[in-house]
């Protein structure tokens, strides 16, 4: 199944869910975390990414994250992505991988 989902170059634009969706969400959110900067110095992110197969739409999956950091972690997750995509690297490691740096160092 990933051959044809994340593997396909460009298969999470067409999952990624609408920027309203999303910037809305983000605002919650950073209310409800007790997040104080600006909503433009964040992005609403995936907690397992679309490209490691994450859910798109639910919140348990996304949160507000530092721009700054998000930066430095999608360039992780791309590696993720393509050590699955490879064969060198199972996709459930992926996601366990992922889900621990966003949890210790996000």
């Not at 110095?41 to 197969?53: A, F, N, P, V």
């Amino acid at each position: 199944m990933i051959r044809s989902t994340i593997c396909v170059r460009g298969w999470t634009k067409t999952v990624r869910p609408p920027v309203e969706y999303t910037d809305a969400l983000k605002v919650k959110q950073m209310r409800e975390y007790g997040e104080s900067g600006s909503t433009s110095q964040y992005q609403e992110d995936h907690l397992i990414s679309l490209e490691l197969g994450g859910d798109p739409t639910d919140t348990r999956n996304l949160w507000p994250e530092p721009i700054k950091r998000a930066l430095v972690v999608d360039q992780i997750e791309n590696e993720l992505n393509r050590k699955v995509c490879e064969g060198s690297l199972r996709l459930a490691e992926a996601q366990r991988r992922e889900s621990q740096l966003k949890h210790e160092d996000g």
